[in-house]
């Protein structure tokens, strides 16, 4: 599992492609993440990840979570999911 900062800095590097590889700073994660700036801010001061806002950023542009937070690629999975299903 990444730290916050590995966790922002991906959701900053997403959110720049899909802005033609702007600069993106806290406060456009914030308002993508539909999180009051101030509130985005103290959970930056105390590493508090807010999970369910990125799950939801993550599901609306059909970002496959496990490669977001684990950098665990979809075609691995599938074999080993397999077993299971």
Known sequence: ??????????????????????????KDIAKVLDINYDTFRKQKQYNKVPYYEIISFLAK?????????FNQLLKRLICIMIKYI
Do not use: A, H
């Open 1 to 26: 599992m990444q730290n916050y900062n590995e966790i922002i800095n991906k959701l900053k590097d997403i959110l720049s492609k899909e802005l033609g590889n702007k600069k993106v700073f806290d």
């Open 61 to 69: 542009r059909n970002i496959y979570i496990n490669w977001f937070f």
